[in-house]
Every structure is written in C-alpha cells, then in structure tokens.
C-alpha cells in the first residue's frame, strides 16, 4: 500500500544535466500503449529544467535551474477546471493521473496549472507526470529519483519533504545565508 507522496527537487545541486528528462522519456516511450514515441514527439517532455539566472556568491559564480513537472498539488487546480473528469487523484498516493481515453484536449489543466506542467501528445490529449506511480507501487524509486547523478530529486511523504526543506534552511543560515525581505 502506498503512502501520499510529494516530489522534491533541489534546484541548489541540479547540474542541468537533463538525465531526468531522459529517464523519464525512456520510461514512458518503452510502457507507450498507442506505440507512438514519447522522445519524437516536440514539447512532450513530462519534465524540463531551466537556466534561472545567475548569483554570485562570494567570489564564485553560480548558475540555478528550476525544474518543471506536475507537483501532484494537494488541491490540484486542473483536476477542478477539467470538463470531462479525465484528471484524477490516486486514492492511495495522492497522485495526479490522467486518462488520455477520457481527455478531450481543451487545454483548461495547462490554463490553470501554476507549474505549466500539462503537455499534450500528437493527438491533443493531455500529458502529465505520473510520478512513475507503476515503479513506487512495486517498491522502486521515480526513473528520474533513480538516475539523478546530483540526487537533486526526492520522491517521499510530505513530511519527509517538510524535514529535508527545514534542514537545508537551518544550513543556509549556517552559512550565512541572509534572508531578505522587499516591499
């Protein structure tokens, strides 16, 4: 039996590397049920990282990614705008899942998504991570968790997230880290 689940991603140790991305195309290309190939089609990829700009520290220079995938929101913005019911929560994980028999493709998930993770496939219907829920149901780690060679990704319970997010805080005070308000 599964536990609710979160994803955490450490965008301070990511190398843009993009292993994720192609673990994740890898895995969804070889379980296709339609035979198309998920690394062919443009704009398909369930996770993606990004150049965030520059910060310099001291007197080094370094460079921050975010990464971009469905966050499996507790209260999911998409699975409540979407017509035809195809968006849906695992009862047991807690994951966002989407039956591409039932989408429809109007694109309401991507409007609302404030992650913009929904992609959609050659036929219009709508993409999204499913956090590799075949792998944690057997036991394994998410293909990308699997093969990060920077283990900037973490799939576990929300509590474990909340305890990983508090300490990395407390070593960014440490290191004096300070925090800065604007208004």
Same mark, same amino acid.
């Given at each position: ?6 994803? +955490? =991603? ?33 704009? =398909? ?16 220079? +370094? ?33 966002? &899942? ?8 109007? %694109? ?14 050659? %036929? ?11 792998? &944690? ?13 920077? =283990? ?19 070593? %960014?005070? %440490? ?9």
């Amino acid at each position: 039996m599964l536990t609710r689940k979160a994803v +955490y =991603r450490d965008m301070d140790v990511c190398v843009n590397c993009k292993a994720c991305t192609v673990a994740c195309n890898v895995k969804h290309m070889s379980g296709s049920r339609s035979g198309e190939s998920t690394l062919a089609l443009p704009n =398909r990829n369930l996770v993606n990282t990004y150049p965030a700009g520059l910060e310099i520290r001291a007197d080094r220079v +370094y460079q921050a990614f975010i990464s971009i995938a469905c966050m499996h929101c507790a209260e999911a913005p998409c699975i409540r705008v979407c017509p035809a019911s195809a968006i849906y929560k695992d009862p047991e994980a807690g994951i966002t &899942l989407v039956d591409t028999e039932k989408c429809i493709g109007c %694109r309401g998930c991507l409007w609302v998504c404030p992650y913009g993770a929904p992609t959609f496939d050659g %036929r219009g219907k709508m993409a999204l991570c499913d956090l590799c829920i075949d792998r &944690l149901r057997e036991g394994k780690k998410t293909a990308c968790q699997h093969t990060c060679p920077a =283990r900037a990704i973490f799939v576990g319970s929300p509590e474990e997230i909340a305890e990983i997010q508090a300490k990395k805080a407390v070593d %960014r005070i %440490r290191n004096g880290a300070t925090i800065s308000t604007v208004f």
